[in-house]
């Protein structure tokens, strides 16, 4: 079967003036080459000639237009990704189209990134990477990377959550109350959703009924204790957990 011994090298040509390509083939002649641009075939017109000689082939493109460049496309698209507080963050995605090709960041709508101390951005051999060392919860957000050249532009767009443990904020240290007073004990909680929120007192789980009630809302839990009395002395303890 034939094969190629020399294929077409990327070419910069200037508006309004010619430009070739050019290809050589191996193989038991008589040889039949046909160019595509786009997935399109070419055949033989006024913008396009094609010379076909024993095993080479030529493409002259007449008077270049903008349209002649391969136009900007993303082959591996951008995904969504889930990242830990803490963690690395890494988008990566690889592209094609004619040069000059520049590639532009954007987080949400109008945040366009740069190069920084907690960002790393490299376009390198048609793959684009940005690249955050240590998320945090300013990485969350919409990640839009905008590819360019003279034949148009094109977006990949890549939803990223940053996932934070579950983790205690404020609690009170002690608390002293009458006997027979009710009371509650607020502790402030934080992190991604779903938190799982558990009383214990002196290290036994607690269960809600008429003596103890609990609550947890606006990532605030409270246990509230009913007529306190001697017996309600002792450690409270909160225990709160997500799927981080």
Not at 29 to 53: A, G, H
Not at 182 to 192: D, F, I, M, R
Request: aromatic residues 6%.
């Amino acid at each position: 079967s034939p094969s190629f011994i020399k294929t077409p090298s990327p070419v910069e040509g200037v508006v309004g003036k010619d430009a070739s390509l050019h290809c050589e083939v191996y193989g038991t002649p008589p040889f039949q080459v046909n160019w595509y641009k786009d997935k399109r075939p070419l055949k033989d017109s006024r913008k396009y000639k094609i010379v076909s000689v024993a095993s080479s082939a030529t493409l002259h493109i007449m008077k270049l237009e903008k349209d002649d460049a391969e136009q900007p496309a993303f082959v591996k698209k951008l995904a969504d990704q889930s990242v830990t507080v803490g963690q690395q963050l890494t988008l990566t995605t690889t592209v094609k189209g004619s040069e000059p090709l520049t590639v532009s960041w954007v987080q949400d709508k109008d945040h366009i990134l740069r190069e920084g101390d907690n960002r790393k951005i490299k376009f390198e051999n048609n793959v684009v990477t940005l690249v955050v060392p240590k998320a945090d919860s300013t990485t969350a957000g919409k990640y839009t990377c905008q590819l360019r050249n003279d034949s148009g532009v094109v977006e990949s767009v890549s939803h990223v959550t940053v996932l934070e443990p579950a983790v205690i904020v404020h609690s009170p240290e002690s608390l002293s109350v009458k006997s027979g007073e009710n009371t509650a004990l607020e502790v402030t909680v934080s992190g991604s959703p779903e938190l799982k929120t558990k009383w214990f007192k002196d290290n036994k789980a607690l269960s809600a009924g008429a003596k103890y009630q609990t609550s947890f809302s606006k990532k605030i839990a409270a246990l509230k204790i009913r007529s306190a009395d001697k017996a309600d002395a002792g450690e409270y303890r909160l225990e709160v957990t997500n799927h981080v």
